[in-house]
């Protein structure tokens, strides 16, 4: 595993689908700041320089029945276990993000390439660190380590930390190991809550019941099962 440290750039997972060529797997990008940090749906991901933990990895090797969508539950996952050494009522939203009680602290966003000629999934990380101010429009649903806790952490013993732990999900992952399905079920954020969900472009409304064994979030709208393949879940207070 080897991590390349970048002061400025347009975006971790940019640098890595620019240079996967040359890189190896696993390699892990990290910067202080981004200029065009993404989320998912294209959103803009807003950080302060040197507050956040910015990285992606780069994964290069599968097998045949590696389903590369799981990679974002698995990172979730990883994310979790990271964090859960410093603070409590810490939930995975599926898909792709990590909340503490009902605010986000971490965003993922997975991109890949995969055709004949080439195969290849970054995974972007964002988590939210030292950063205690928001802009407006997030700021009452957004928090951070030291928000939560009031301490200041060093930003590179956290990626350390994090990238040893998300290395070990992933390969185990990839290695037929399960075992993330049941850490979400435990985890999963608003399980038998009343949700909002779009299908079909059509504003709707369920309730959580679980997540399927191939990461698919089951929802029970009226007298129907759903199974969500993607797409965001609203709390509907």
């Not at 993404?38 to 994964?59: E, F, K, P, Y």
């Not at 290069?60 to 979790?80: I, M, P, Q, W, Y």
């Not at 309730?207 to 191939?214: E, G, N």
């Amino acid at each position: 595993m080897l991590i390349i440290k970048k002061d400025v750039i347009t975006s971790t997972n940019e640098y890595i689908k620019e240079h996967y060529e040359t890189l190896d797997n696993y390699t892990i990008v990290t910067a202080n700041y981004q200029t065009n940090g993404r989320g998912r749906m294209t959103r803009v991901w807003h950080s302060c320089a040197g507050d956040n933990i910015l990285m992606s990895i780069l994964i290069k090797e599968f097998n045949d029945r590696t389903d590369v969508n799981l990679l974002s539950l698995v990172t979730g996952v990883a994310v979790h276990k990271f964090l859960s050494k410093y603070l409590n009522k810490l939930y995975i939203k599926w898909p792709n993000d990590v909340l503490v009680d009902n605010k986000k602290i971490c965003g993922i966003l997975l991109e890949g390439k995969m055709n004949n000629n080439s195969k290849m999934v970054v995974i972007g990380i964002g988590i939210n660190i030292n950063q205690t101010s928001f802009n407006d429009d997030i700021n009452l649903l957004t928090t951070s380590l030291k928000k939560e806790l009031n301490i200041n952490f060093d930003i590179d013993l956290l990626i350390k930390e994090l990238s040893n732990i998300l290395v070990k999900e992933i390969d185990e992952y990839l290695n037929g190991n399960t075992s993330y399905i049941e850490y979400i079920r435990s985890n999963l954020f608003g399980i038998n809550k009343l949700i909002e969900f779009t299908r079909n472009d059509v504003l709707c409304e369920g309730i959580i019941l679980d997540i399927h064994t191939d990461g698919r979030l089951i929802v029970k709208e009226k007298d129907k099962i759903l199974y969500l393949n993607s797409g965001e879940i609203k709390i509907k207070r």
